[in-house]
């Protein structure tokens, strides 16, 4: 080559580096974890339980089953500051920002510039939600203006199929939810972003790009309402995906969790509108773990392991219990125990826990004792039969109180099992409220991993009834099934052949357990580190990340391995052109397009996985 051909070569060069489109580059590519602002939805002053429904639980629960990572800022007792959003090395802690914050009345004057330089300067993609827009920065970034918000009849449509946020969904993004009159309508006036969705013809979603790494979304509709449709639920975890540029998710379509309570129950020898006697081991192998066996599936058993014995009056272990009860009916757990055990062994039950006795932990004063009364006195009133909540004297059960029984059904079914139970279930669903008793609150802090909603050392949240109602089954949450004929043992016995017509009714479903689930909601992923090769398209660049499997949560993942997927956004493919995702040093896919699946071999506690440029 003539040196005026490697002049003109270099110069070449040059320009197309001056005239590039902005790239996010190895070294830039924003963390995989979100920051969510709140203003006053979260009701606990010392920011660990959340409950009272709304979106903020809503949000919240999704993003634990997805395992997106995620922090919370809530703005009715903090200051948004500039160290919320940078590292010691004044690096981006976030890769999005999603604005969950109501009018400014409920929270600390806040200086808006923060967040203003942290999407501009820092390029950090915002997402904000319903009518949470009302403030004219958050407003200006969107590039919308709001205006009202008034009762509407109209659906959301689909109006730009072709976006990655709206990619395959329906033209009626309605569908699949609840069929309601009507729904408050957001409208707001676009200034400088592209309308994706449209309700009653006003823009409804919207995207903005800010420069061609970096976004403002706005997913409108009624607060309140929005998250309780599937589509809607898709359009904001693909917004994080669009935000940031990538994704690592877990998504659950058709898995079912089976579960069933009761069994070691002391109320079925003592109460008798709930009498029956104990499943025998005959019984569970020819009716549960037949049945089970054949289909691959598991059943998540919430057992109780303390006996009220009447006699001694005090609580024993459940399966040493054979007795003839006063209905002139045979108890026979300890036969129970050999066809629970055999299950454990063959793979196809997982024991949690349903408390410990299922029993009021005040059986003696007043309206009582329950001790000694006749079969058509006290022992018939149901409320004795509540472990959580007392419900015959219709007060809380104290914290303390509810703490022993709950460590006593952890200690007692490891010592009978070998298993400490992550999933949490009170017996009748009777459960305190109030945050000094509240029931999640301590079934949290003893380590239970679920009980209808994310238990875990950060925050409990509060059981949401549409978690399985109207999430359940979706890509959102395993749909949480009690197991037939009733969801409790008392059913095998009326109707033994009804458990095994479950896998007709839900054909094409793949059955886990709690413990699998679990585990994903406590998965910790983290951007770790980036590693540059000396030239950009010749040499690799990699962004790599780490999986962190808690021993004790997680234990299932660890046993078994896992799988998710890594997302990616049609700019980030189109500007980044990743040539290869590593699982473990080992190829997961090349050249990924839309999403690529991510998998973990059994055995360890630690991963990591890459993308290379």
Not at 214 to 234: C, E, L, S
Not at 476 to 484: E, G, K, N, R, S
Not at 524 to 540: K, N
Request: charged content about 25%.
């Amino acid at each position: 080559m003539t040196r005026s051909q490697l002049a003109r070569s270099i110069l070449l060069i040059l320009l197309a580096t001056l005239f590039a489109p902005e790239r996010l580059r190895g070294e830039e590519l924003r963390p995989y974890r979100v920051l969510l602002v709140i203003s006053e939805q979260w009701k606990d002053p010392q920011s660990f339980l959340i409950a009272d429904g709304g979106e903020f639980q809503t949000m919240v629960t999704l993003f634990k089953s997805w395992g997106i990572p995620f922090d919370i800022l809530r703005l009715d007792q903090r200051v948004l500051d500039a160290n919320d959003i940078l590292d010691m090395q004044r690096r981006p802690r976030y890769g999005a920002i999603v604005w969950d914050v109501d009018s400014d009345h409920k929270i600390r004057p806040q200086n808006f510039e923060v967040l203003r330089e942290s999407v501009e300067r820092h390029h950090i993609s915002v997402i904000a939600i319903g009518n949470r827009i009302k403030f004219p920065a958050v407003q200006e970034l969107l590039g919308i203006k709001y205006r009202a918000e008034h009762l509407h009849s109209s659906h959301i449509e689909n109006a730009a199929p072709a976006s990655f946020l709206l990619r395959d969904l329906p033209k009626d993004l309605d569908e699949g939810g609840p069929k309601l009159p009507f729904r408050k309508r957001v409208q707001v006036q676009i200034t400088s972003a592209q309308t994706l969705a449209t309700q009653g013809g006003m823009p409804v979603i919207t995207l903005r790009e800010l420069n061609p790494t970096t976004r403002a979304i706005w997913i409108g509709g009624d607060v309140g309402q929005m998250f309780n449709y599937p589509a809607i639920r898709t359009v904001l975890r693909r917004a994080v995906t669009e935000a940031i540029g990538y994704a690592l998710v877990k998504t659950w379509t058709n898995k079912v969790i089976l579960a069933m309570d009761d069994l070691g129950n002391a109320q079925s020898a003592w109460l008798e509108h709930w009498h029956y006697p104990t499943l025998s081991a005959e019984q569970i192998r020819k009716y549960m773990i037949e049945p089970l066996r054949k289909h691959k599936a598991v059943l998540a058993i919430n057992i109780v392991p303390g006996f009220v014995d009447d006699r001694l009056r005090r609580v024993e272990p459940t399966w040493q219990q054979v007795f003839v009860d006063e209905f002139g009916t045979k108890q026979d757990y300890v036969s129970t125990k050999r066809g629970l055990d055999e299950g454990v062994a063959a793979g196809v039950f997982e024991i949690q826990s349903h408390g410990w006795t299922h029993m009021q932990p005040d059986l003696e004063s007043a309206p009582g004792p329950w001790f000694g009364s006749p079969l058509d006195g006290e022992r018939a009133e149901v409320g004795w039969y509540r472990e959580f909540f007392d419900v015959r004297r219709n007060r809380e059960i104290p914290a303390a109180v509810q703490k022993f029984h709950m460590e006593q059904s952890k200690q007692w079914l490891h010592e009978q099992f070998g298993v400490v139970p992550l999933e949490f279930a009170t017996g009748g669903n009777g459960v305190s409220t109030s945050l000094e008793n509240n029931t999640w609150r301590i079934a949290a802090e003893v380590g239970f991993g679920y009980y209808g909603g994310y238990l875990g050392r950060d925050m409990a949240v509060q059981g949401l009834a549409n978690s399985t109602a109207e999430f359940g089954g979706s890509d959102d949450v395993p749909l949480v099934l009690p197991a037939p004929p009733d969801g409790h043992d008392r059913g095998i016995v009326n109707d033994p052949e009804g458990f095994a017509k479950v896998f007709d009714r839900y054909p094409g479903r793949t059955f886990i357990g709690f413990d699998e689930y679990v585990g994903y909601l406590h998965a910790d992923v983290r951007t770790l580190r980036t590693e540059e090769g000396a030239q950009r398209g010749t040499a690799t660049s990699a962004t790599r990340f780490t999986i962190a499997y808690d021993p004790h949560y997680c234990r299932a993942l660890i046993a078994k391995g896992s799988t998710w997927q890594l997302h990616l956004s049609d700019w980030f493919r189109n500007q980044e052109q990743p040539q290869e995702v590593t699982a473990d040093g080992k190829s997961a896919c090349r050249r990924p397009q839309e999403w690529c699946a991510v998998s973990f071999g059994p055995g360890k506690s630690e991963h990591s996985f890459e993308i290379q440029f």
